[in-house]
Every structure is written in structure tokens, then in C-alpha cells.
């Protein structure tokens, strides 16, 4: 039985869950009018963008073939399990809505390119949201240059993902049903972990319920996961769930997480980030909005460049600079890295216990955290580090911008002046 995938299942249910829920308006209206004129024109009521995106973009796991979660999958997995879990009348009607909702046909027929609901959808998901599908987005495109076209499209885009949202509906309930009559096969693989020992407060007594994500799971839909008996859920769920918000949420990187998570994972909501002066917010996988204040609205500048448009704002952050915390949040990340790569036994090492209590805030760490000013921004995360004799070094880079500093308190790093000409500064964790 594959749990793993009946776990992603759920994960991705609740989220879809949670954007259905938000939808401000439910249900698909239309309504006439008439210009000036005398000439009748009809106009779709459909919820905000935003929130047909957020939807769409939620329930695409289910409606991928390629997915883990895609739903004929998951009700295969049903279907097969030791304890039988659906009548033949009920397996005769879900097999009948799968494939109602693969193969029916638009009401509106475009031309001869998309032929089904499921087409349109997949169409509009690739080449409105990831124009390097080069050949959706040309379908795409064409229609959304027509205004009644594309109120068709993402009309269709919307009762699609509203109707694969249905059907998982019932095929959670299946879900449920099947981990109650199948629960030994369940409860084997949730506890397959015996010696269990945090590698942030060495504690072995406490429980041990949950994996812990290496890097926040806002920062990047990361698969860098350490398994259970690693991590305590009272360090998981207290101190290292602040650090990883301090982290994701922390001026310097919430612009850029804006630009690259297309969504976050753990929320299924768009990114966000909340200056004192600004709020930039994605309202679609493309689509970033940047609002100002108005007294500060004066300070954007929008200039083309060439092919490039170029954008100057400055955003000003809602509190005070604290390299402490933040050198926290980053020693937490490095030690899971380290754990991740070389095994819990590296991590719990002897050597890594001044950072240990610098993490749960135990203690400040004489040592320096050396940061990069000028960043050319990146689209990913990484972590590289060199354990020598002498320290353990640590780069971390999320998104280009750059964090270097040692997990141990000597040597001591600082900045030479050919990296202050480079805009590295350094900072005191001891502080
Ligand atoms: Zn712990």
C-alpha cells in the first residue's frame, strides 16, 4: 500500500480545501446589459483572478497524469487495498466521474485546438502560467488577446478546477474510510523509527511524530526533508517554527520568495511580503502586484531598457535589523543540512553544541555572520559547506543572496577588505 502518495493526497487536499473555501464568489453568473446604444452585451461573474489562480494551481497535482496525486492514482490505490474499501456499485460511479471529467466536452467549441475541458484546462494551467510552454502559450495567447475568448477560457479554467475539486471531495472520504480498515498497515509505516534523538536539543524521550523540513517549506518547495526521530515536536513545533518564519518572512529575502515561489506548500496560499512603506503580493503564478504608499509611491521609478524594464523602489523594513535572530535561523538550517547529507550522527556530534544552544536561544555564539549586499537574484536555495579541522564553514545561499559563517566558534570569520569592496559586511552573534 502507498502511503506516501496517500499522504500527498491529503496534504494537497487541504490546501485545495482552503482555496475553495476563500472563493468570494461560488458560483458561475451571467448577466446582461445594454450600452447606451440599445446593444445587449452579457458579462460572466467570476471570482477575482487571484482566486481562480490560486484554485487552478492547487488542484493541477490532481489533474496531471504525471502527478503522484494525480486522481486516477489515488483511487487505483483505493481500490487495491488489502481491506476492501468500495462496493462495485461505488467503484462503477467513481470510474464513471473520472472519466466524465477527462473527456467532456467544452460547451464552447475554439476552433479545433482544445476538445475537452481537461485540454482547456491544461492548456490555460501551462501557457498562461508557464509561458515556456511555448506551444500552450501560443494556443493560449491567441485567445486571450479576445475579450469574450478569454472570459470562455478562464471560465472553463474555473468550473474545471472547481469539478476536479468535487471529485476529490469524495475520493477523500474513500480515503478516510480506507486508513480506518486498513490501519495496521497505516500505523506500521507512520512508526517505523526506534532510536529517536533530536539533533537540536539531544532530548530522546519526547515524541517524534513529524518530519522536519530542512529549509522553511515557505522559502521553497523543498524536498530536503529529514525523517522522523530526528527532530522533536516540541523543538519542531515551538522554537524552529519561529526561527523558519524570522527566516521567510525576514525583509531581505520576502521580496525575492514573492518573485520565485510560484506558491507556497504548506499554506497553498500566493506569497506575500509586508513592508513598512509597501505590500508585494503574487495574485497569479506571472502576476506580482506592488502597492505603495502613497507618500512613498514617489520613490518607484519604471524605466525601459532595451528589451528590460527596469524597476527601483526601496522598501523599508517593519522592524529593527537582528543578526542574532537571524544567525539562529540560518544554524538551524545548516545543521538539518548537515544531518540531511552526512547522516543525525555528524549532527550530533560534541562539537556542534555551542550551536545547538545558540539555536534554542540558550546563548549568543563568538563568532560573526558574514552577509552579501549586492546579489544578483537566483531562482533557487543551496547550502555548501566544508568541514574542516578547524570549523565548520557554511555558505547558504537563498536566492543569491549569501550567508557565510561557521557552525563552530572558532576560528573566527570576518570580513578582509577585498570582500568589503565585494558589499560583505559582518556581523557580531555574540552581540
Ligand atoms: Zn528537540
Given at each position: 500500500m502507498d502511503w506516501q502518495k496517500i499522504k500527498k493526497f491529503k496534504k494537497q487536499f487541504h490546501r485545495a480545501r482552503e482555496a475553495f473555501k476563500a472563493l468570494s464568489v461560488n458560483r458561475v453568473s451571467q448577466t446582461l446589459y445594454s450600452d447606451l446604444s440599445g446593444e445587449v452585451h452579457s458579462r460572466l461573474i467570476l471570482p477575482p483572478e487571484k482566486e481562480i489562480s490560486r484554485l487552478g494551481v492547487l488542484v493541477y497535482p490532481f489533474a496531471n497524469?504525471?502527478?503522484?496525486?494525480?486522481l486516477k492514482t489515488i483511487v487505483q490505490i483505493i481500490f487495491d487495498?488489502?481491506?476492501?474499501?468500495?462496493?462495485s456499485d461505488e467503484k462503477e460511479k467513481i470510474i464513471k466521474i473520472l472519466d466524465k471529467i477527462e473527456s467532456s466536452k467544452l460547451l464552447?467549441?475554439?476552433?479545433?485546438?482544445?476538445?475537452?475541458a481537461r485540454d482547456s484546462y491544461l492548456d490555460y494551467f501551462k501557457g498562461e502560467?508557464?509561458?515556456?510552454d511555448v506551444i500552450a502559450f501560443r494556443k493560449i495567447e491567441r485567445f486571450m488577446r479576445n475579450p469574450v475568448m478569454k472570459e470562455q477560457v478562464v471560465c472553463n479554467f474555473y468550473s474545471y478546477s472547481k469539478n476536479v475539486y468535487t471529485v476529490c471531495v469524495e475520493i477523500y472520504s474513500y480515503v478516510r474510510k480506507m486508513e480506518k480498515l486498513n490501519r495496521s498497515d497505516f500505523s506500521e509505516e507512520v512508526h517505523s523509527n526506534k532510536d529517536n534523538q533530536c539533533i537540536?536539543?539531544?532530548?530522546?524521550?519526547?515524541?517524534?511524530?513529524s518530519e522536519e523540513h530542512v529549509y522553511p517549506e515557505s522559502l521553497c518547495n523543498g524536498k530536503i526533508i529529514l525523517p522522523?526521530?530526528?527532530?522533536c515536536d516540541e523543538c519542531n513545533n515551538g522554537i524552529l517554527s519561529d526561527l523558519d518564519n524570522h527566516l521567510s518572512n525576514h525583509e531581505m529575502l520576502a521580496f525575492l520568495k514573492v518573485f520565485y515561489?510560484?506558491?507556497?506548500?504548506?499554506?497553498g496560499k500566493f506569497p506575500s511580503a509586508t513592508y513598512q512603506n509597501m505590500k508585494v503580493e503574487k495574485t497569479h503564478p506571472r502576476k506580482i502586484s506592488i502597492n505603495m504608499q502613497s507618500d512613498s509611491a514617489k520613490s518607484v521609478t519604471l524605466k525601459e531598457d532595451g528589451n528590460f524594464v527596469n524597476l527601483k523602489f526601496k522598501g523599508i523594513g517593519?522592524?529593527?535589523?537582528?543578526a542574532v535572530f537571524l544567525g539562529r535561523a540560518l544554524y538551524k538550517v545548516a545543521l538539518g543540512v548537515l544531518a540531511w547529507q552526512l547522516g543525525a550522527s555528524v549532527a550530533l556530534n560534541k562539537k556542534y553544541d555551542l550551536a545547538r544552544d545558540f539555536i534554542l536561544g540558550k546563548s549568543t555564539f563568538t563568532n560573526n555572520l558574514l552577509i552579501t549586499f549586492e546579489v544578483e537574484p537566483k531562482g533557487y536555495i543551496e547550502g555548501v559547506f566544508v568541514p574542516t579541522e578547524q570549523g565548520t564553514l557554511f555558505a547558504l545561499s537563498i536566492y543569491g543572496v549569501t550567508f557565510a559563517f561557521n557552525l563552530?566558534?572558532?576560528?573566527v570569520i570576518d570580513v578582509v577588505p577585498e570582500l568589503e569592496k565585494v558589499h560583505v559586511r559582518s556581523y557580531s552573534l555574540s552581540a
Open positions: 497524469p504525471e502527478s503522484d496525486t494525480y487495498a488489502d481491506v476492501p474499501v468500495l462496493t464552447i467549441q475554439f476552433e479545433d485546438t482544445a476538445t475537452t502560467f508557464f509561458s515556456n537540536y536539543c539531544l532530548s530522546s524521550g519526547g515524541k517524534f511524530t522522523k526521530g530526528n527532530v515561489m510560484p506558491i507556497q506548500q504548506k499554506t517593519r522592524r529593527p535589523f537582528n563552530e566558534p572558532s576560528p
